[in-house]
């Protein structure tokens, strides 16, 4: 069955102080990685796709690299307003069935203090 | 460039109510997909239209039903509400609904919160 897990479920950072979340999926075929970020009660907002192993994607403090079992969201010197959920999908090969249909982890909450 | 629009913002209902759910996609985009975020979770796939036919159904009821407008709009349909049918519902639309030879990026909008009392 594909299956997406994210880790950690929270995450407390202080301003500045860097780090990573973690993506770890499990599918027949990958036909893409999706990071996502959400504020409360909005809709998904798209930061990243990713389609092959060793590839990595920037932008601003964000950094979402690619390996055959996992990605990871890089924060560098986060600021109070990085603070949301971050979502990572993946869309799978799915022979037969829907091939557009996202599977999503539950998200990593993101804090980060002044 | 308008993004993803979907109506209304919130809604209330009871149980055993029908609700109607709407959405327009970005412009050009011919597939839409829908998902359902309960609190605390990942969205969780509905449906996905592309060029107004069903191509994927996710693990719900009957009572969830969907169509796609000749101008790529989308309806989601849920008759007989239920309490656990309380969650914010999301719309994506995106080019080609994944056929093609790459994943392409989907693109939510603000979401409607339904509220089943």
């Known amino acids: 069955e594909d299956q997406v897990t994210q880790s950690p479920e929270a995450l407390r950072l202080q301003e500045g102080e860097s780090s990573s979340l973690n993506c770890s999926y499990t599918?027949?075929?990958?036909?893409?990685l999706f990071w996502y970020r959400q504020d409360p009660g909005k809709g998904p907002e798209f930061l990243f796709t990713?389609?092959?192993a060793g590839e990595e994607k920037e932008k601003e403090r964000l950094k979402a690299t690619l390996t055959k079992k996992e990605s990871f969201l890089h924060i560098t010197a986060p600021k109070p307003e990085d603070s949301a959920t971050y979502l990572c999908?993946?869309?799978?090969?799915?022979?037969?069935?829907?091939?557009?249909?996202?599977?999503f982890g539950k998200g990593t909450k993101l804090s980060v203090k002044p | 460039d308008a993004g993803v629009t979907q109506s209304p913002t919130h809604l209330i209902k009871t149980r055993g109510q029908h609700v109607t759910l709407r959405c327009s996609p970005i412009?050009?985009?011919?597939?839409v997909s829908w998902y359902q975020q309960v609190l605390g979770q990942g969205p969780q796939f509905i449906f996905q239209?592309?060029?107004?036919?069903?191509?994927g159904r996710g693990n719900f009821p009957d009572r969830f039903s969907a169509r796609q407008f000749p101008n790529y709009s989308s309806e989601l349909n849920v008759n007989a509400l239920l309490l656990g049918d309380s969650a914010l519902y999301l719309c994506?639309?995106?080019?080609?609904?994944?056929?093609?030879?790459?994943?392409?990026?989907?693109?939510f909008g603000p979401g409607t919160r339904l509220t089943v009392l």
């Open positions: 990713l389609y092959s």
């Open positions: 239209y592309y060029e107004k036919e069903e191509r």
């Open positions: 599918v027949s075929g990958l036909r893409g």
């Open positions: 999908a993946v869309q799978a090969e799915n022979y037969g069935g829907s091939q557009g249909n996202l599977i």
């Open positions: 412009s050009g985009h011919k597939s």
């Open positions: 994506a639309s995106s080019l080609v609904g994944g056929y093609a030879s790459i994943a392409d990026t989907q693109y």
